[in-house]
């Protein structure tokens, strides 16, 4: 099992250019989970879904879009990148929403 | 609302010394907590986690913490550090019966030295 696999792992974009961020877990789970990591400010979580069909806001969810593609894959896309949106995305799932969360590695992106 | 303190962000400690995580929270109601660790460059993983029953709980790597509801504390121990604890240490909570959104802590950076 791969577990939960993100791509890409690095990416530097050009503000006001747009990108989609992959994401997919084999374990057969749930809910998804899109985060942003920030020195100093821990993990935010941007969007969630609950179960295949679902998606809803988390703290930070402006200038941010997901979609549920199916039960293994969501992706997170950025439709104008900003220099304010350069962070360590992490995507995670679990079995459901009162459970062990599994991390991918991340992606490490810059908006310059 | 829930939240999540972690009150030290960053921890030294020699290595073989005694450790301890300190994390709190605020809700008015059930809570499921967690910690998390995360080494260099990766994604985190679970070291242990409370829904219910016993306060104490063991997890990986010899680490333990305790639920204290009164304190809403969740205080993370390790009786003797190794060079390899090294790394970003993350205290999140659920609240029941809302929309069991997931929050972090803003993390402890626990330092072993040799």
């Known amino acids: 099992n791969a577990g939960v696999t993100q791509t890409p792992k690095f990416q530097v974009l050009k503000t006001g250019q747009s990108m989609t961020l992959q994401c997919a877990q084999d374990m057969n789970h749930n809910s998804m989970y899109w985060y942003r990591q920030d020195p100093g400010m821990g993990l935010r979580l941007i969007y969630y879904?609950?179960?295949?069909?679902?998606?809803d806001k988390g703290e930070v969810p402006n200038g941010y879009n997901v979609s549920r593609l199916n039960k293994r894959e969501f992706s997170l896309r950025l439709e104008s990148a900003a220099p304010s949106q350069t962070s360590v995305y992490f995507c995670?799932?679990?079995?459901?929403?009162?459970?062990?969360?599994?991390f991918g590695p991340g992606t490490r992106l810059t908006v310059l | 609302a829930q939240s999540v303190t972690q009150l030290d962000s960053q921890v030294p400690v020699f290595e073989e010394a005694p450790v301890e995580l300190r994390c709190n929270y605020s809700?008015?109601?059930?809570?499921?907590l967690f910690w998390y660790v995360q080494y260099p460059n990766q994604g985190l993983q679970l070291l242990l986690k409370?829904?219910?029953?016993?306060?104490l709980v063991k997890g990986i790597n010899g680490f333990e913490a305790e639920f204290n509801k009164s304190q809403t504390s969740f205080h993370l121990r390790k009786p003797s550090v190794h060079i390899s604890d090294t790394a970003e240490y993350f205290c999140a909570v659920i609240e029941s019966g809302g929309s069991y959104i997931p929050t972090f802590g803003r993390g402890t950076s626990l330092i072993v030295h040799p």
């Open positions: 879904s609950a179960s295949e069909g679902t998606t």
């Open positions: 809700s008015s109601v059930s809570v499921y």
């Open positions: 995670a799932s679990s079995e459901d929403r009162v459970d062990t969360q599994y």
């Open positions: 409370y829904l219910s029953g016993s306060t």
